[in-house]
């Protein structure tokens, strides 16, 4: 009897330990996405510049991978995505999750890059678009940083020019597009933005430090025709 007893007590104690070893690699596994997002080493930033597109979630491969939702004009900056899964699902932010579809991308991403989705145009009248980025580029001279322009400005349709302390820096770019990078020798600038052939300043971008060996996106968005937050404007971000 006292054999049969050890013996249970023996089998409960095997099916204890064997429970508590399951469960620790479940747990695990349920942790991989989360450590494979910088082995991966993918960055991603999302910038929603859309006024009327309210905060939007990211899902990828339909799963959110975001835990604060991207709200007009917030850079919540670079992020580590966990997989390269595709699609990449733009959806308006929705307490649990489901909310409707607003723009959906399946680019091919790569390991150790960097890389932007601004969310741009109007809901409302279905003009919603993305734009999408790769922020990995080769390193700029000694002495000088890298940039660039994307025009995310839907009223910027007939082209802006950028110009730097006086200088056309960029001819042109259409709405929605953007430029390659270009070298400017490290110093503090005012970028100028112009409607393409007119003198019409639509904003001016004082005091910005260019470092060396650094990339930056300076990009436009919002409307001409408006004069509360939705009003044109531009900012820049620093990619390397």
């Avoid at 678009?129 to 000088?144: H, K, M, N, Q, Y």
Wanted: hydrophobic share 40%.
């Amino acid at each position: 009897m006292i054999f049969k007893n050890k013996w249970k007590i023996s089998g409960w104690l095997f099916v204890c330990i064997a429970g508590v070893w399951v469960a620790s690699i479940i747990s695990s596994c349920g942790k991989a996405p989360i450590s494979n997002a910088q082995g991966l080493n993918i960055r991603y930033e999302v910038l929603n510049l859309s006024p009327d597109a309210f905060p939007v979630d990211l899902y990828i491969n339909f799963i959110i991978s975001n835990t604060t939702p991207f709200s007009f004009n917030i850079n919540q900056g670079y992020f580590f995505v966990p997989a390269l899964d595709t699609p990449y699902l733009i959806r308006v932010h929705q307490p649990g999750g489901g909310g409707s579809l607003l723009a959906s991308r399946s680019d091919i991403l790569t390991r150790g890059t960097t890389y932007s989705l601004f969310i741009t145009g109007n809901v409302a009248n279905k003009t919603l678009t993305t734009i999408f980025t790769v922020d990995t580029a080769s390193l700029p001279a000694v002495g000088r940083g890298k940039v660039r322009f994307v025009n995310a400005s839907p009223t910027g349709a007939g082209g802006i020019d950028v110009y730097a302390n006086g200088v056309k820096a960029f001819n042109k770019i259409l709405y929605p597009k953007y430029s390659d990078y270009i070298e400017l020798p490290n110093g503090n600038y005012d970028f100028q933005l112009n409607t393409t052939g007119s003198a019409t300043i639509l904003q001016t971008l004082k005091n910005v430090s260019i470092q060396d060996g650094r990339l930056y996106t300076l990009y436009s968005y919002g409307y001409t025709n408006r004069v509360d937050s939705a009003a044109f404007n531009t900012a820049i971000i620093t990619n390397r």
